[in-house]
């Protein structure tokens, strides 16, 4: 699914409430082996601050979760008992849910009793806490005290002490496939020492925070300076990127100004692809400012720009050349956010590394470097004669890279990010770094012969010129240069609305489909079938056939195409990460932050949080499926 109406919600609200900063948001926070969401005994605690591809667990399902739990599988009688318990785990802090609202610890050790009875768990936490402390281990509940009994050695100094099993350890250890233990579970409970670290979404997942993406040293912003440091030592800028894209040393080699250069001619010409056709849409007056160019493409309009930016000299004069090469620190793109999508590691359709995937988003930016002083007409690329600096009319351009990395080493080095953040840090940005050259430069794609030793596997193309219809492209390498390429998982435009074509794909795929394992083919039955680009109107597009008999088949279908995902299927207007102004966090969209939205079908009701679902699946890859052995609520792991 991509970084992205019937059931219609208000957008603007959607998007702008969402920026991800707050530590309220209910991820359940795991330390290691450890999974404690929420449940406290005593006086109220004091709290603290702080920011496409699966569907949030439904009221019914959280239920059976609850039933299924083992302190729940008895009788009816203890079932009842079981669910009062539960409540009480669940409630105990006045004003508190500490299901969605659990308790982050910081630090866990486990370390021998010296009178030889069981060993004791030691905890710190995030917020001053009251002295007792009610968990669920295997069923049972168990006591922490910061109160000087039972274990404690000093009451009141914020180190919770439990008694746990002899097996505390073992028991642990057998949840979880021994190559995820390396360097995780000591081998002896005496003195042993779990790992700390809790991934923290904006800081592990999806990073937009301003020291990132504004980072002097590391982006570029053809906004900012009239004279920009050369693109070479700038290592999330987009012409950076671009430059380790091209086929360094081997045949066909291109600069990174003619690489550039051919990707937006292909963007710009006319071509069938699959039996689809595709254009580039217009900017055509009245629909754009009249001081800039009209009946240009969007990829016409970003060369024109960045060839403009190109010419400009330090004394603020124009190389009389009118078609340099391009200066890569001078594409006319902001970067918007870095993504971790270590969770496409698990189902690889379409050239997934086993790590997953790394991506950059850049939102493209309307400048006129002509204009004096330098800068003061730059912002991002929308349309204010339709709706003047609407979030939802910008263009963005999203890098896709395979991670060819194990899985639990990227997520490691993710999550331990979260040590070094907040990202103002410069240790933060120095470990990020790291994490990113690793997969972006050039001959990084050399081990498994990707295209042009590169490791990215797609670009897309998320464009408006008028704020209403909406185009999704892709390209890959090939012949050394970015060529157009279908659209994953989304069939033409002329399949959407009852085809049966459509409804025989989903009736003979549906448990595929639901399963989110299916890969939609170029050709079904006797004609193409996937899309050369993906076509969107204002967050009212979906899929669907009258012929389709399973309305989940349908809705997970829907779901996982370019258009059903950024539109009606999660109340979604266009975009999941959207542009910005230069000091401005981009806001994110609903799906990613938490959502629900009415069935475009069935008007059931439909949950989204989708990094919540990724923060999920990375803490299981790291502490594997242990929410139960260790937590304060049932099932706290479950999507």
Sequence with gaps: MHEGATGRVSMKKNFLFSKVRSPQLRYHHLVSLLVLSGACSGGAGAGIDDDGDAQGTSPPEAAAATHDHPLARSSPTSALAASAEIERLATQLPGRNLVENPPRVVSAEVVASAEGDEPLLRLTFAEQLPPALDFLFDGVVRHLHDDGRDGDAVANDGAFTARVPKNFESSLRGDVASEQLAGLLPATVSRSTLANTVPYPPWSLLVTDLAVVNDRERTSDPCRDIVSPAATGMEWSFGYLMGHMTNWGGTGYKSASDFAKAWLSAWSTAITINGDPVTAPKI????????????????????????????????????????????????????????????????????????????????????????????????????????????????????????????????????????????????????????????????????????????????????????????????????????????????????????????????????????????????????????????????????SSIWIGDSLARHKFSLNTCNGCHSSETGTFFAHVMSRERNEEAPLSGFLTGITVSDPVTGEQRSFNDLDRRMNAMSTLLYGTLANKLSFTPNANAD
């Design 284 to 543: 055509l007056p009245p629909d754009f400012r009249a001081t800039s160019p009209t009946n240009l493409s969007v990829p016409d309009y970003i060369l024109s720009r960045w060839r403009l930016a190109s010419r400009k000299r330090a004394d603020g004069s124009l190389d009389p050349n009118t078609n340099p090469a391009l200066k890569m620190e001078k594409a006319p793109l902001r970067l918007l956010a870095i993504v971790n999508r270590v969770d496409k590691g698990a189902v690889r359709l379409f050239g997934e590394g086993t790590g997953g995937e790394l991506r950059f988003v850049f939102g493209v930016l309307d400048s006129d470097p002509s204009r004096s002083p330098w800068g003061s007409y730059c912002h991002s690329l929308n349309v204010p004669t339709v709706q003047p600096q609407s979030e939802f009319q910008n263009s963005t351009v999203i890098l896709e890279y395979a991670v060819d990395k194990p899985a639990l080493d990227w997520a490691r080095g993710w999550r331990d990010l979260t040590l070094a953040g907040p990202p103002s840090n410069a240790s933060y940005r120095t470990a990020l770094q790291t994490l990113t050259d690793s997969v972006v430069k050039a001959g990084a794609g050399a081990a498994l012969n990707r295209a042009n030793k590169s490791a990215l596997i797609r670009l897309r193309t998320n464009t408006s010129v008028d704020g209403v219809n909406w185009s999704l492209r892709e390209f890959k390498i090939s012949g050394g240069v970015l060529v157009p390429d279908t659209v994953k998982q989304t069939p033409a435009d002329s399949f959407i609305t009852d085809s049966k074509v459509l409804a025989q794909y989903v009736n003979t795929n549906g448990t595929d489909i639901i399963a989110e394992t299916n890969r939609v083919p170029n050709f079904y039955l006797s004609g193409p079938f996937l899309g050369g680009q993906a076509l969107n109107f204002s967050g009212g597009k979906f899929w």
